[in-house]
Structures are given as structure tokens and as C-alpha cells.
């Protein structure tokens, strides 16, 4: 099995940035994707930045030029860079992770970490 944890989050002020990180430990053969989803006031999650086992990444509208998700596969790391937050950013934030292990090819969620950004 795999466990993925979150850390990073904060209050900012807006036009203010935070880097998150998330850890995988585990068993891992292989980690493919991973991605960082928030879940807002709304209890929607959704996808914001996604990058490949071979770098590839999108980002969603909302973040794109502001945000920037990489990996550190030597530390089974991902890791979400923000700037230029703005209030709309206030969210929990998850990391999603798939990966292969003893029982197979799997999709993971952190547990979560709060950014909230005050205007």
C-alpha cells in the first residue's frame, strides 16, 4: 500500500505564494502520474495540475501561469508551487498519486492540507 502526505499549506496574503509537497512512502515499484486537486467551499474536487511519469503537465485554467506542479522521483516527491495567489485559491488541497505496487497498478489520495489565502 501507499501513503501519501500533504504539507505546505498556510495563510498568505493574496499576490503572497506557497510551495506544497507531497510525499509517497510505501512498498512502490513505480509511481506514474501524480496531481494536486483542491476541494473549495463547494465540496467539489477538482483537478488543477497533473504531470507524467515523463514530465508532461496541464494545469487547469484557473492556475495555469500561476501555478507549478513537478516531481522529485529520486524522493517520490510531487510538489505544487503557487504564486500570485488570489482569494479563489482559498481550498484544501490533494495530492493524488498512481501507483504500482505489490497488489498492483493503484490510484492514492493524501489526506489533504488547507491554504487559505486572505484578500
Known amino acids: 500500500q501507499v501513503q501519501l502526505v500533504e504539507s ?3 495563510l498568505v ?6 510551495r506544497l509537497s507531497c ?7 513505480s509511481i ?6 483542491r476541494q473549495g467551499a463547494g465540496n467539489q474536487r477538482d483537478l488543477i495540475a497533473h504531470i507524467t511519469s515523463s514530465g508532461t503537465t496541464n494545469y487547469a485554467d484557473a492556475v495555469k501561469g500561476r501555478f507549478t506542479i513537478s516531481r522529485d522521483n529520486a524522493k517520490n516527491t510531487v ?24 497488489s498492483g497498478r493503484r490510484l492514492y489520495w493524501g489526506q489533504g492540507t488547507q491554504v487559505t489565502v486572505s484578500s
Open 79 to 102: 510538489n505544487l508551487q503557487m504564486n500570485s495567489l488570489k482569494a479563489e485559491d482559498t481550498a484544501v488541497y490533494y495530492c493524488r498519486s498512481i501507483a504500482e505496487t505489490s
Open 13 to 18: 496574503q493574496a499576490g503572497g505564494s506557497l
Open 32 to 37: 506514474s502520474s501524480m496531481g494536486w486537486y
Open 8 to 10: 505546505g499549506g498556510g
Open 23 to 29: 510525499v509517497a512512502s510505501g512498498s512502490i515499484f
